[in-house]
């Protein structure tokens, strides 16, 4: 069967088109119960953007920290209550930050209007009706999840997206001004979290024209933005790098991931390693899926002295490597996508851990 995915209702971008967010939202404050929330990342408390917000005296707003940890079932429901509880169901949600506060933001829409703990949607079409109309302003570029059907949630026992049409957002702003604040180890950290989309949608069996269109684009970009003397985090890389987020996310959509975002789902469980920091731990791995594409990552890092730590599993048990490789390996369309349909016959949770074992 083919993929049928829902792709975002309506897209802005352009540098300080954050402004446009008034006007977008006036039309659809008559729904429900007349008000707004605004999730942001605490980042921006007391910044300037902070000043740019156009919330009303009805509207609520929860500035999140994400540093602690990466979003969770709990903290949505949190939310949630604390929404209803106040003022009802909103009119919508916008979301203002990086991947995390995407994902907070478009869960949290879904879990207005349906009832008990997030983590009881954790997975492929559990979700059983439409959440509230929701809004994404990327601060981060990379991820892709401005654009995916995904909001990944760490749950009491599983870290997993609710996954369904209407997680998608119902518009985004992509206003790239907003992402030159990045330090810039997570500015390389994000942006490899797309180079390596591209890489992983292109390397598998779900690869097709449609994905090729998007990821050629995107790749290009990435390789404009990262290698070379024109590379760096300035203001026109960071318009290139929006888009490339945007065209790596389509081009996996409709593709898969592989088995460098395998890895990092295991690391990122285990440790709590970030996602773009656990992607680029393992990539530097991999070069017998990713070839050449390895030792242009390595260059990456090299050019924009990016100290990614090495040798990290002499400090890991043999428990923590046997629970990351579980937890890969249960990652079958992964799998899949990057070794074939009998994938099982070519990989055992042995060589899963003795790939974790290098790192
Ligand atoms: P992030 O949202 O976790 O933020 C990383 C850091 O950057 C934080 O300290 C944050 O405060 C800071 N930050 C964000 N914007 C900033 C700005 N403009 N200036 C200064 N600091 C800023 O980082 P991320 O890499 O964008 O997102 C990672 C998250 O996204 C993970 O939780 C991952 O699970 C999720 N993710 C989701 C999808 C999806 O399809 N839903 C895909 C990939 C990753
Ligand atoms: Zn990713």
Known sequence: ??????????????????????????????????????VVDEYFKGKDLEKRIPHKL?????????????????????????????????????????????????????????????SLYQGLNLVKRPGVYHL???????????????AVLTGP?????????????????????????????QWFYTGMDCYIHCI????????????????????????EVFTGSKSGQNSENSEKLMIASLFGGLSLTYSEVGACHAFSYGLSFVFGMRHGYANCIAFNHLKEFYGDAVDEFKEMLKYHKIDLPQRLSKDWSEEEIAKMADVAYKLPHMWTHALGQNWENKLTRKDIMDIYRRM
């Open 1 to 38: 069967m083919h993929k049928n995915f829902k792709n975002i209702d309506k897209v802005v971008y352009g540098r300080g088109s954050f402004d446009q967010l008034n006007n977008i939202l006036e039309e659809k404050r008559i729904e429900n119960d007349r008000f707004m929330v605004f």
């Open 58 to 118: 009805e509207d609520l707003i929860f500035f999140e920290n994400i540093d602690i940890h990466e979003p969770t079932t709990e903290q949505v429901d949190r939310i949630r209550d604390i929404v209803k509880e106040k003022k009802g169901i909103p009119s919508g949600v916008i979301g203002i930050g990086g991947g995390s506060i995407m994902d907070i933001a478009k869960a949290l829409a879904l879990m207005m209007t349906n009832e008990g703990s997030s």
């Open 136 to 150: 994404g302003v990327p601060t981060t570029s990379g991820t892709g999840a401005e654009c995916s059907m995904t």
């Open 157 to 185: 026992e599983k870290k997993l997206g609710l996954k369904c049409d209407w997680t998608v957002f119902n518009q985004v702003i992509l206003d790239p001004d907003l992402t030159t604040t990045v330090p810039r180890n």
């Open 200 to 223: 992983e949608s292109e390397s598998g069996i779900f690869y097709n024209e449609f994905s090729r269109a998007y990821g050629d684009q995107a790749l290009k970009l990435c390789r």
